[in-house]
């Protein structure tokens, strides 16, 4: 498994996961799963959700910074979900690929519950015991379940469009990537759901054999030395 070309452009790759069978073929598809920049929601600890903001300075710079970490890789397509703040950070890798928006990726809508925060303690208590929850479509939003159905639809588009292999690029969110790199994986969607935390700058990086295995890699920018 040749991983020189990205590793130039960072300063260290570090697996996230072991890799599913030993021996595995050359990946026939390998698939780069971003979380778009950071808003000032992110920034306020803000529950977004379907709630559609653009990107703040800071999250237009990590947008740039994802650009120039993947420099060296040959994109064959990029998919990204249909909220401006994915689109924003897509935007970075156009004229190297086709940037081809789908709402199949976009967040999950959190009904009564978007824009709290903190200073909100019994909302934000109400949610975290709730978001979970397979089939609870949170008072006039969505549910994990449908959202889970939602990025499935989303990988069997990818993988009918790219049966011969090549490289593509994902730009999603905090919600929809763990329900994707659970899936690609072959886990419950539920536990990824809840045990995947992606960062507004961090990278994964999965590869898909031909004989259905998986590896996945969490690539490390500089701000995060402290989790090698």
């Known amino acids: 498994m040749n991983l020189a070309p990205i590793t130039r452009r960072l300063l260290t790759a570090a697996l996230l996961a072991t890799t599913l069978s030993a021996g595995a073929a050359h990946a026939q598809l390998t698939v780069y799963i ?3 920049g950071q808003t000032d929601w992110n920034k306020e600890g803000r529950i977004q959700g379907g709630t559609d903001n653009p990107l703040n300075s800071t999250g237009r710079e990590q ?3 994802m650009g120039r970490l993947l420099a060296d890789v040959k994109i064959d397509a990029v998919y990204t979900s249909s909220h401006q703040r994915a ?8 004229g190297r690929a086709p940037v081809i928006a789908m709402d ?3 967040e999950r809508f959190f009904g ?3 824009g709290a ?3 909100d303690p019994a909302v934000v208590a109400d949610w975290n ?3 979970f929850t397979w089939a609870d479509a949170m008072e006039g939003g969505e549910s994990l379940e449908n959202q889970a159905r939602r990025a499935g639809a989303a990988l069997q588009t990818l993988r009918e469009r790219h049966k011969e292999g090549g490289t593509v690029v994902v730009v999603g969110h905090g919600g929809i990537n763990p329900l994707l790199v659970s899936l690609l994986l072959g886990l419950p969607p539920q536990e990824g759901a809840s045990a995947i935390n992606q960062g507004n700058d961090e990278v994964y990086r999965i590869e898909l054999a031909r004989s259905g295995t998986a590896s996945i890699w969490k690539l490390i920018p500089r701000s995060k030395l402290g989790e090698l």
Not at 87 to 94: F, G, P, W, Y
């Open 34 to 36: 971003v979380r778009h």
């Open 63 to 65: 947008a740039a910074a």
């Open 87 to 94: 689109r924003q950070t897509a935007a970075v890798l156009e």
């Open 104 to 106: 199949e990726l976009r």
């Open 112 to 114: 009564k519950f978007e």
């Open 117 to 119: 925060n903190d200073k």
């Open 129 to 131: 015991q709730r978001r």
